[in-house]
């Protein structure tokens, strides 16, 4: 449920918790390490010891659901914030939940459930308070925050923890019905969170043992809890359940008092009823034991009579599963079809890694088709064309002119970083840049999940029928657009337009980060095309003559866009 998780490590000093400052990317092994370390590295250079400390609260800050909270955060010693860069945010910084930078708020890259809930004190920072306002708390805020400023080349941290609690409704009780010779009386309360407690006392304020206690959660992560007793007769019969939140200074009761009335009677003459309805039901039983033997004599004859309907139905299913399989032929013929005349114009490039310009902790296979992120930064030349802080690598081919596409397995990590696309050869290279169209990247990438298209100045949200395990690229250059499409059903991810291109080469772009392996797939040997007189099915099953002069209907295209010419291709491939 949590938005934010811990991350980093802090350290006690002088009551409060810091977190101390140190380069973004030394040499480490745990993983979590490496993951806040490689976040670190897309938007924060590597800096010096701070001559500063920023300072958060000692104890976790409780907030209540639909209220507004502050998280807590100041310099030591109080200098003006104003103009240094001020970046809160859970484990990632690159999806930041807060950025004050060069005097202004900068929502560039803000994580979009924070978006218009999030502000900063413009009369604190003068005074070193670099405190943040969530507006409007939500069950998923509760998480670890860190609070990030820097100072020209220095920097300082702390941590803050946010637990959020909500008060729901109060205790309703109810008489159930009875049991065990009482009354079984049942409390209920929704809408709690964290799961409270639940406690059943008499009118001495001594608890009672339940007999049967639950608790559940909705959709919206609020608790409910249940709770039920049984009171007997002639003992205490006032009685009251309260409800209280772990959190908060708050408790609800309610009493409850069962009157004699309640408690179910006992009759003589019930012994005796039940004594002759005994004697009944013996009589009756010889009468069903004959019936019964008639009934399992016609039971057998249907049984028999399933089974062979069984075997029916059989054999039915393997004649449907072999129609099933040829007109699945058919289909895909049908789509070479359509291939042959749709795709001649369209070319499947064999696409390899460009070594030089790959980032140091990039792992290459030999052959330049796949790429890692590895554990170690390499020594490799810090040549001009090398990425230096994202990491990411180009591809050796470089397009111009003509319509070409390529195929990139993604895996099937649901945490893995990735984005995959087409770049100019004149992108930036070096420090932190924006990978949007406006640097001349046009992209879509993946991560924890999620699927985006790296538009400007915001990313889009994609939304997908069915996870990719390949993703297939197709550039334009005559069109000036690229798009993505899920090679194993061919739906449409996402299309970019590119404007002028003024003859600059267009090259493949890769980044890849955690838990993420890219690779390129080689294409295949140019089949035998049969013609289309020749017979594309095979005769193993007859089927019924189709009717000439007649060609099989088109699908209908989705995102169809104003060109036209990408779109149906892809959705006419086999």
Known sequence: MAACTPAGRAVKADGKVLVSSRPCLPRVTSALARAVIFSCAFLVPELEGAQFRVLGPDQPVTAVVGE????????????????????????????????????????????????????????????????????????????????LVQDGDSYEEASVELQVAASGSSPLLSVEDAQDGGVRVRCRATGWYPKPEMVWRDVQGQQLPPVTQSDSQDQSGLFE?????????????????????????QEKEAPIYISD?????????????????????????AFPLFISRLRAQQATQLAQQATQLAQQATQLAQQATQLGKRDAEIQKHVSELRWRKTFVPVEEVHVTLDADTAHPELILS?????????????????????????????????????????????????????????????????????????????????????????????????????????????????????????????????????????????RPWFRVGLSAQLTLRS????????????????????????????????????????????????????
């Open 225 to 249: 809890v249940e709770k039920s007793i049984v009171i007997q007769r002639n003992t205490e019969q006032n009685v009251s359940c309260s409800v209280r939140n772990t959190r908060l200074p």
């Open 366 to 506: 030999d052959g330049g088709k796949s790429v890692r992120w590895g554990d170690t930064r390499q020594e490799v030349p810090d040549n001009p064309e090398r990425y230096d802080t994202y990491p990411c690598v180009l591809g050796q081919e470089g397009f111009t002119s003509g319509r070409y596409f390529w195929d990139v397995d993604v895996g099937v990590e649901e945490g893995g970083l990735w984005a995959l696309g087409v770049a100019k050869e004149s992108t930036e290279r070096k420090g932190w840049i924006k990978l949007d169209p406006r640097n001349g990247i046009w992209a879509i990438d993946h991560w924890k999940g999620e699927y985006r298209a790296l538009t400007s100045p915001y990313s889009t949200f994609l939304s997908l029928t069915k996870r990719p395990r390949t993703i297939r690229v197709y550039l334009d250059t005559e069109a000036q657009k690229v798009a993505f499409f899920n090679a194993d059903n061919q739906d449409l991810l996402y299309t970019f337009p590119m404007g002028p291109l003024s003859g600059e080469r267009i």
């Open 68 to 147: 507004d909270v502050v998280l807590p955060c100041r310099l030591s010693p109080r200098l003006n914030a104003e103009n240094m860069d001020v970046l809160w945010f859970c484990s990632i910084i690159s999806n930041h939940i807060h950025y004050h930078r060069n005097g202004q708020d900068d929502y560039s890259f803000q994580n979009p459930q924070y978006r218009g809930r999030t502000e900063l004190s413009k009369e604190g920072l003068s005074v070193g308070n670099v405190s943040l306002r969530i507006l409007s708390t939500r069950l998923s805020d509760e998480g670890q925050y860190r609070c």
């Open 261 to 285: 009335s309640i408690f179910p009677k006992e009759y003589p003459w019930k012994v005796a009823f039940f004594v002759t309805l005994a004697a009944c039901f013996a009589s009756l039983v």
């Open 523 to 574: 294409p295949p040997s140019p089949p035998r095309v049969p013609s289309e007189e020749e017979p594309l099915l095979p005769s193993c099953i007859p089927l019924p003559t189709l009717p000439t002069g007649r060609r099989a209907p088109r699908t209908p295209t989705a995102g169809h866009d104003q060109d036209g010419e990408i779109h149906a291709a892809v959705h006419e491939q086999p």
